[in-house]
């Protein structure tokens, strides 16, 4: 079994600020993690994936993610927050290295961007 | 770079009607894939497929949904008798394997 918790359902940051949006994840295999970007009407986007390469991955758009087995979590992070950044963001957790395995969504996070 | 597509973008219909929502894998693509998400809430997972067979599916894919892929290329998600609550936005998502899922654009349901 597997499941995501997302810390934060709203996250408010200036423009040009750093971005954080949490991410917890449990699972009883070894796990791929996603990151995946949905703006308002529009489908998923993959932002980034942890599939037990690197631990710290880089994602587009400048996003990157750190996966801690330790502390279980997969945490999103950008240095500096644009305007077009502004979307809902959901962190996914799926069984790694297994070809048909479904994947299983956090609630997400809200990320509005200040002026 | 080739993308999924899924037809049509919006569906409005009667409660108890037939609907047939339908997805255009990546051709090199073996692992298709039907989410939803009900407004405001998490995508939920609904059926695997592979092989011309579900893999796995959820509580929520009861008797009244079925998936096949007629032709060789389209996939589609059908419900018989559509309930109120069977409003969502609709994704299909096609793997070749190993974890990546390419979602399409969704095909939002209003059932009324």
């Known amino acids: 079994a597997q499941s995501v918790t997302q810390l934060d359902s709203h996250v408010s940051v200036s423009e040009g600020t750093p971005v954080l949006l949490r991410c917890n994840y449990s699972?009883?295999?070894?796990?791929?993690l996603f990151w995946y970007v949905q703006h308002p009407n529009k489908g998923l986007q993959l932002l980034l994936k942890?599939?037990?390469?690197?631990?710290l991955v880089k994602g587009i758009n400048g996003f990157e993610a750190e996966f801690k087995k330790s502390e279980t979590s997969f945490h999103l992070t950008k240095p500096s927050a644009h305007m077009s950044d502004a979307a809902e963001y959901f962190c996914?957790?799926?069984?790694?290295?297994?070809?048909?395995?479904?994947?299983?969504f956090g609630t997400g996070t809200r990320l509005t961007i200040i002026p | 770079e080739p993308e999924v597509t899924q037809t049509p973008s919006h569906q409005v219909t009667q409660m108890g009607q037939e609907v047939i929502l339908r997805c255009v894998p990546i051709?090199?693509?073996?692992?298709f894939y039907w989410y939803r998400q009900i407004l405001g809430q998490k995508v939920e997972f609904l059926v695997s497929?592979?092989?011309?067979?579900?893999?796995?599916k959820s509580e929520i894919f009861d008797d009244q949904f079925s998936v096949e892929r007629p032709d060789g290329s389209n996939f589609t998600l059908k419900i018989r008798s559509t309930k109120l609550e069977d409003s969502a936005m609709y994704f299909c998502?096609?793997?070749?394997?190993?974890?990546?899922?390419?979602f399409g654009p969704g095909t939002r349901l209003t059932v009324l």
């Open positions: 998502a096609t793997s070749r394997g190993y974890n990546e899922q390419f």
């Open positions: 942890y599939t037990s390469a690197a631990t």
């Open positions: 051709s090199n693509h073996l692992y």
């Open positions: 497929f592979y092989n011309n067979e579900i893999s796995e």
């Open positions: 699972s009883s295999y070894s796990p791929s």
């Open positions: 996914v957790v799926t069984r790694a290295n297994f070809g048909n395995e479904k994947l299983t």
